[in-house]
């Protein structure tokens, strides 16, 4: 079974701080999602990645596929960056995505 | 910049009654998904379309729910009839096809059945 760990849940920090945001997952994947969700809003897809590292922004996701780890960092953290963070891949022998409880960020100013 | 478009953005509705969602994808994306979203879980996948064929509706509770789209292009997801425990935001995705695409979200229906 496809299953999707993230840490920390929750996360309170202050503006201008370095962020990260970690996601393990069971399963060999064929995709991994870096996904942010703003309260009552809808999800914004941030990065797709099945090997390596990406870099967009402030943001920058990388994912090691052996460890079945991936990492999402958040440099200068803006209060605008406060949302839930989910990454949900696609594994398991199934294509729809498998999703975690994801990562409550907040970011003080 | 093209985008999942769905409505309505929200919906109340009695228990018993029938509620329907659309979804209109991005132009060209083969795939797409319903998915249910609870408050404070991460969302579910409801169904699953590759054109106008679903891939999976496992999780698709189907004495309620139906879900279609009948010419490949946009669909449509009923509940009937509703039920206090169907509140949640239904959320529509769409990609070029399945894995290995990037997915795009719609901003998602919130549904809320008194």
């Known amino acids: 079974k496809n299953e999707v760990e993230q840490s920390p849940q929750n996360l309170t920090a202050q503006e201008g701080e370095f962020i990260t945001i970690n996601c393990s997952y069971s399963v060999g994947i064929s995709a991994l999602h870096w996904l942010q969700q703003h309260p009552g809003g809808g999800i914004v897809s941030l990065f797709m990645l099945s090997s390596g590292k990406k870099k967009h922004g402030r943001l920058i996701a990388t994912i090691n596929i052996q460890e079945k780890h991936s990492s999402l960092h958040i440099t200068a953290s803006h209060p605008r960056d406060s949302a839930v963070y989910i990454c949900p891949n696609s594994g398991g022998g199934a294509d729809g995505l498998t999703f975690g409880k994801g990562t409550h960020l907040i970011i003080q100013p | 910049e093209a985008e999942v478009a769905q409505s309505p953005r929200y919906k109340i509705t009695e228990k018993s009654q029938a509620v329907a969602f659309w979804c209109d994808p991005i132009?060209?994306?083969?795939?797409l998904y319903w998915y249910r979203q609870i408050l404070g879980q991460g969302p579910e996948l409801l169904v699953q379309f590759q054109d106008e064929s679903v891939v999976d509706d496992s999780q698709l509770p189907k004495d309620r729910f139906s879900a279609e789209r009948l010419k490949g292009v946009d669909s449509t997801l009923k509940i009937q009839p509703a039920e206090l425990g169907d509140s949640a935001m239904y959320l529509c995705a769409s990609s070029l096809w399945s894995s290995g695409n990037t997915i795009y979200f719609g901003e998602g229906s919130w549904l809320t059945v008194v």
């Open positions: 132009s060209g994306h083969a795939t």
